[in-house]
């Protein structure tokens, strides 16, 4: 089993900044793709960002300049978000595209993080 724990959301004025960390664990032979989504009310999930291993980033335009995604040597990723905007209010997600030590390859989620900014 792999799981997918993030962190860091919360509730922060127009301009503002955060950081998101995602934490996988489990049985992981190894880690593809990271990436981070996001899902406003009454809206479809959203892709903001995501990073190949090989260190490929992309970007949704709405978030290109202001937002960063990356990634340590310990099966953690982030997202630095900052500048934001009332319009990036969500609950973002973390997806991670994983070998597993039971020679499977699928992605995986988190449960979810709010993140709330104020006009």
């Known amino acids: 089993q792999v799981q997918l724990v993030e962190s860091g959301g919360g509730l922060v004025q127009a301009g503002g900044s955060l950081r998101l960390s995602c934490a996988v664990s489990?049985?992981?032979?190894?880690?593809?793709?990271m990436g981070w989504y996001r899902q406003a009310p009454g809206k479809q999930r959203e892709l903001v960002a995501v990073?190949?291993?090989?260190?490929?980033t992309n970007y949704a335009d709405s978030v290109k300049g202001r937002f960063t995604i990356s990634r340590d040597n310990a099966n953690k990723g982030y997202l630095q978000m900052n500048s934001l905007k009332p319009e990036d209010t969500a609950v973002y997600y973390c997806?991670?595209?994983?070998?597993?030590?039971?020679?499977?390859?699928?992605?995986?989620w988190g449960q979810g993080t709010q993140v709330t900014v104020s006009s």
């Open positions: 990073l190949t291993s090989g260190g490929t």
């Open positions: 489990g049985s992981i032979s190894r880690i593809y793709a």
């Open positions: 997806n991670a595209d994983v070998w597993t030590t039971m020679d499977t390859r699928r992605g995986y």
